[in-house]
């Protein structure tokens, strides 16, 4: 870290911190969602967190939002609605209440060993321009191309070698971590090793997709580790508006975090019960189809809606607005034709309540989930509301009945 570079600490929910930096950091800051301006002053502004939680790099600012939540349960939500399917528990995490540290000492504990038998190979399928015949020729663009000359000749072959999509994960994630702001020497080291011994795959550069991967026999020392891989490229992909200081960082967003546990968790809960719940179903709200709803679960029964939830992981009160989350549900329930809607927040960001609207008779009932308990813990609350929701919504049936 140069002496230049400064650090703001900022917590999750906490109290607002007075900072003096330039305008283009500040604008940096803003527009990748990491902070609100509280208010300015001629001497500086006082900036509070968002939703977003983790390390980043501004220019020469390193801003550190530490989570409400341990680290090793915020990890376990990741890994439970992970499209692989890991469940977070089977990683062991440093005790520490730095995420980048977490995240680069369970990656490490997991690729170092799986790399002790030497990176995978496997084919892969290679376009190249050369001056003999190899693979199949592509025959558009020698035409196009080349005229009728016949070399170099357009071809395309498969290749064994190490640059496949497993590899080229596992050192994009090495190579993103080593850059991050907070680990030792001695881990940007090991870092460093990993990156060397994958030299035969492509890096992945920032905006690129993730290439697919399927988990086999011969990855299989390597699962947890590509899973680790991906979370860690897709969190370091920070979203910022063009022409800002260049940001870099480790950054969950915890709502969306909050919005995805409670979409997979909730929606297998009621499983349970009769009929199906749908994720982020696209309805209309209005009879000419212009105004587009999406709520996080929707609980079909026969097809039809019997219930909506909608994960806030903090309550949403923009200036004027104290219940838009209220307001939002209500119309839900309204293009649905529901009696009852149903809002889940993250405890402590909101209390559990219900509200009868007048003249409508619509009720809506805001829930609590504590995060910050075991995961067995956790579910059996997930389970208990699958349970009210049902019993409001006169879902009784169970599937195995």
């Given amino acids: 870290m140069t002496p230049a570079t400064r650090e703001i600490e900022l917590h999750e929910g906490g109290d607002a911190v007075f900072v003096r930096v330039g305008d283009a950091v500040l604008d940096a800051l803003v527009g990748s969602e990491l902070v609100d301006v509280q208010y300015r002053a001629a001497d500086g502004v006082a900036i509070a967190p968002r939703r977003k939680v983790g390390v980043a790099r501004v220019g020469p600012v390193v801003v550190r939002i530490h989570p409400k939540i341990s680290i090793p349960r915020l990890f376990w939500l990741l890994g439970f609605t992970a499209d692989r399917g890991w469940r977070g528990g089977e990683v062991p995490f440093a005790v520490t209440d730095e995420l980048v540290v977490a995240i680069a000492d369970a990656f490490l504990r997991q690729v170092e060993p799986a790399l002790a ?3 995978l190979q496997g084919y892969h399928e290679v376009d190249d321009a050369l001056n003999v015949l190899r693979g199949r020729v592509r025959e558009q663009e020698q035409l196009r191309r080349r005229f009728g ?3 170099p000749i357009f071809v395309r072959y498969d ?3 190490t640059d496949i999509a497993e590899n080229q994960i596992l050192r994009t994630a090495a190579d993103r971590l080593r850059l991050l702001p907070g680990l030792t020497g001695v881990v940007r080291t090991r870092l460093r090793h990993v990156d060397a011994t994958l030299a035969g795959a492509a890096l992945l550069h920032r905006g690129m997709p ?7 026999r011969l990855n299989q020392r390597f699962h947890l580790a590509l899973w680790l891989a991906e979370l860690i490229i897709r969190q370091t992909s920070l979203d910022q508006p063009r022409g800002t200081v260049q940001a870099d960082g480790f950054v969950v967003d915890m709502a969306k975090v909050f919005e995805d546990f409670v979409t997979k968790a909730l929606g297998s809960a009621l499983e ?5 719940g749908v994720a982020q179903q696209r309805r209309w709200l209005d009879e000419g189809n212009t ?3 999406q ?3 929707t609980w079909l029964r026969d097809g039809a809606p019997v219930a909506v939830i909608d ?3 903090k309550a949403e009160k923009p200036s004027g607005f104290p219940n838009a989350d209220m307001y939002q549900m209500l119309a839900y329930c309204t293009a649905l034709g529901l009696a009852a809607g149903h809002l889940v927040y993250a405890k402590g960001n909101d209390a559990e309540c219900s509200a009868v609207i007048r003249h409508a008779g619509t009720a809506i009932c805001c829930h609590a989930l504590d995060l910050d308990t075991s995961p067995e813990a956790l579910l059996t609350q997930v389970d208990q509301l699958a349970k009210s929701i049902g019993s409001q919504a006169g879902v009784f049936t169970t599937t195995g009945a």
């Fill in 117 to 119: 038998e030497g990176p």
């Fill in 149 to 151: 000359i016949p070399v």
């Fill in 159 to 161: 290749e064994f070698d």
């Fill in 210 to 216: 993730i290439p697919g991967w399927r988990p086999t």
């Fill in 272 to 276: 349970g019960f009769a009929g199906n």
């Fill in 291 to 293: 105004i587009l709803i």
């Fill in 295 to 297: 709520p996080d679960l």
């Fill in 311 to 313: 994960a806030k992981y």
